[in-house]
C-alpha cells in the first residue's frame, strides 16, 4: 500500500490572520477581525449586509503596504462610502456585533486621517495592481498543484463529491443521498485544510421545509501556497470574490493556487484551490444557494482526530433526528392526490402543485427519475416555488462536471436506513435473497 504522501497544513499559521493591509492603526485593526465575527457568529449577519459593505471597503483599501498622503483622498472617499453603506443597514443590523465594530473604527479612522464627514461617496472599486503583483502570478511551486506533486509512478488520486441542494437533500462524499431539515449553522466540511459552513432557513412561515440562505468557506492558509482566505455567501448576495476582495491566495509564491471565477454574475462561480485538488461551485437559484465540490479522498480524510471529530455532513450525513423520509411523503402525495406539506397547519405555498403537475414539471429538466427528480418534486409540493426544479437540475449538472465516476451519477435508492418511525424503504441485499431461494427449494425436496 503506497503510504500517506508528506502534505501537512503548516499549523502554526494555520491560524486566523488579518484581512488586507492599510493605515497602520489599532482602528484599521479593529476592521481586520471582522470577517472572523462573520463567521463565528453567522446567524447575526442575516439579513443584515455588513458582509456587503466591509467586502466593499476592503477591496478599495487593501493592497498596500501604507497609505502615502496623496493616497488620503481615495482613502476618504471609500471611508465615506463605507459610512454610508452601514447607516443604509442600520435598522437591520442593530443588534449585530460586526456591525457596531464597524461604526466605531470608521469614526476612529475618520480622525485619524482627517477625513471629512462630507465629501464623495462614489463606490469603491478594486484597486489595480502592478505588473509582477502576487495576483498575477503562474509560476506556483509544484507543491501547490495537488496532481503534479505526485510522482509519475505513484496511483492517481480518488476524488469524490458532495453536494447540497434545495430542502436541503445532500449527497455524501459515500454517495450516500438524504433529506434534512438542518434547520440553523451547520459544519459541511471540517479538515485540515478548510471549513465550510451553511446556515438554512424556513422556506415559508411555520414550516420545516428549509434551505440554504448563507454559506461560509475558510480556506487554511497552506505552507507557501496560500494564506488563509474566506469566503462568504447569502442570499442575493454571491460575490465574486473573498471577503477581502482578493480573488486568490494573497501574497504567497503560489497564491494563484486558489482562485475564483465568475461564470455568471450573481448566480454562478467557481472556486479552484489546485494545492489540494479541490474544486468548489457555488450557485443562486432564486433566493437560495447550492454548493457543489470535487475532492481528493486524502483532502477529505485529513482530520486531526477523527475519533474525536466534530459532526461533518458531507461525510456523515445528517443525524437521524434530522432526517426526512421524502420518499415515503412523495408516495403520500401521489396516493391522495394533492401537496403534503411537511409541517402540520402551514400556510398554502404561493403556487400549489399536485403530485401530477409537479412530476410533469420536473421531466422538463430531469428527464431521468432518480432521486434528484425525486427530490424535484418532493421541493415543487412542498414550497411551490418553481426555482427548486432549477436547483435540482443544475445540482445534478455539477455532479456531471465533478464526480469521478460517470456509472454514479444517478442515484435511485437511498443509501441509508433511518432510525425507527422514520424508515426509508431500502432494497433487500442480494445475500439475503439467496438465502431465502435456498430455504424454498429445500422445502420442496
Known amino acids: ?22 493605515a497602520g492603526s489599532t482602528a484599521l485593526g ?47 472617499t471609500a471611508l465615506r462610502a463605507y459610512a454610508h453603506c452601514t447607516r443604509r443597514t442600520a435598522r437591520t443590523c442593530r443588534g449585530d456585533l460586526a456591525y457596531h465594530s464597524a461604526v466605531h473604527g470608521i469614526d476612529d479612522l475618520m480622525v485619524q486621517h482627517n477625513c471629512s464627514k462630507d465629501g464623495p461617496t462614489s463606490q469603491p472599486r478594486l484597486r489595480t495592481l502592478p505588473p509582477g503583483d502576487s495576483q498575477e502570478r503562474s509560476d506556483s511551486p509544484e507543491i501547490c498543484h495537488y496532481e503534479k506533486s505526485f510522482h509519475k509512478h505513484s496511483a492517481a488520486p480518488n476524488y469524490t463529491h458532495c453536494g447540497l441542494f434545495g430542502d436541503p437533500h445532500l449527497r455524501t462524499f459515500t454517495d450516500t443521498f438524504q433529506t434534512c431539515k438542518v434547520q440553523g449553522a451547520w459544519p459541511l466540511i471540517d479538515n485540515n485544510y478548510l ?20 454559506l461560509t468557506i475558510i480556506f487554511k492558509s497552506f505552507q507557501e501556497c496560500v494564506d488563509q482566505k474566506v469566503y462568504q455567501a447569502e442570499m442575493d448576495e454571491l460575490p465574486a470574490a473573498f471577503v477581502d476582495g482578493s480573488k486568490n491566495g494573497g501574497d504567497k ?29 457555488v450557485r443562486q437559484v432564486g433566493r437560495y444557494l447550492t454548493f457543489a465540490v470535487r475532492m481528493p479522498e486524502e483532502v477529505v480524510n485529513a482530520v486531526e482526530d477523527r475519533d474525536s471529530q466534530g459532526l461533518y455532513l458531507c461525510l456523515r450525513g445528517c443525524p437521524a433526528n434530522q432526517q426526512i423520509d421524502f420518499q415515503a411523503v412523495r408516495s403520500a ?26 412530476t410533469a414539471k420536473c421531466r422538463e429538466k430531469l428527464p431521468v427519475e432518480d432521486l434528484y427528480f425525486q427530490s424535484c418534486v418532493f ?16 445540482a445534478f449538472e455539477d455532479v456531471k462536471m465533478l464526480h469521478s465516476n460517470k ?3 444517478h442515484l435511485y435508492e437511498r443509501t441509508r436506513v433511518l432510525s425507527p418511525g422514520n424508515t426509508a424503504p431500502t432494497a433487500t441485499h442480494p445475500a439475503l435473497w439467496v438465502a431465502l431461494l435456498c430455504l424454498c427449494w429445500l422445502c420442496l425436496l
Not at 421541493?379 to 443544475?394: E, I, K, W
Request: net charge positive; hydrophobic share 35%.
Open 253 to 281: 509564491h503560489g497564491a494563484n493556487s486558489l482562485k475564483i471565477t465568475e461564470k455568471v454574475s450573481g448566480q454562478h462561480i467557481e472556486i479552484q484551490a489546485k494545492y489540494i485538488g479541490t474544486t468548489i461551485v
Open 30 to 76: 479593529l476592521f481586520q477581525i471582522l470577517p472572523v465575527f462573520l463567521c463565528i457568529f453567522p446567524s447575526v449577519t442575516s439579513p443584515c449586509k455588513i458582509l456587503k459593505c466591509n467586502s466593499e471597503f476592503w477591496a478599495a483599501t487593501s493592497g498596500s503596504h501604507h497609505l502615502g498622503a496623496e493616497e488620503a483622498p481615495e482613502f476618504c
Open 333 to 358: 402525495q401521489a396516493t391522495e392526490g394533492r401537496a403534503r406539506r411537511k409541517g402540520p397547519s402551514l400556510p398554502a405555498p404561493p403556487e400549489a402543485f399536485t403530485y401530477e403537475t409537479a
Open 195 to 214: 471549513n465550510v459552513q451553511v446556515t438554512n432557513t424556513p422556506v415559508l412561515p411555520g414550516s420545516s421545509a428549509t434551505a440554504t440562505s448563507k
Open 379 to 394: 421541493d415543487l409540493l412542498t414550497t411551490g416555488d418553481v426555482n427548486f426544479m432549477l436547483a435540482a437540475y443544475y
Open 407 to 409: 456509472d454514479k451519477l
Open 1 to 22: 500500500m503506497r503510504p500517506p504522501r508528506e502534505r501537512i497544513v503548516d499549523k502554526a499559521r494555520a491560524g486566523w490572520m488579518g484581512m488586507g493591509r492599510g
